[in-house]
């Protein structure tokens, strides 16, 4: 099963995007989702995670407010809207399936990655 995200761009700093990640097949429809990003020279962070029916959300405290995370099961599709974006949110983006049903900031909850998406975000 792929995971496979895209959406991602060059941006002007208060621009938005709507990064999407879907999933090759229903594989994933019963586990929680996250989106991660990693910045050259640092470690990978969440951002945000999303149970598997999208009745509980969490976000890090650096795109609260800015971000949304949802979920289309039937489309095998996580979506991540980001607006406000700084130049700090400039990084690859990546989405990951959780071994759980509910989301956890803790990387080594999520054992199946995808390819990420480069999001830049300068004038």
């Known amino acids: 099963v792929q995971l496979q995200a895209s959406g991602g761009g060059l941006v002007q700093p208060g621009g938005s995007l709507r990064l999407s990640c879907a999933a090759s097949s229903r594989r994933f429809s019963n586990n929680a989702m996250g989106w991660f990003r990693q910045a050259p020279g640092k470690e990978r962070e969440f951002v945000a995670g999303i149970s598997w029916n999208g009745g509980s959300i969490d976000y890090a405290d650096s795109v609260k407010g800015r971000a949304t995370i949802s979920r289309d099961n039937a489309k095998n599709t996580v979506y991540l809207q980001m607006n406000s974006l700084k130049p700090e949110d400039s990084a690859v983006y990546l989405c990951?399936?959780?071994?759980?049903?509910?989301?956890?900031?803790?990387?080594?909850?999520?054992?199946?990655w995808g390819q990420g998406t480069q999001v830049t975000v300068s004038s």
């Open positions: 990951a399936a959780s071994r759980v049903s509910y989301p956890s900031q803790a990387i080594q909850q999520y054992p199946y």
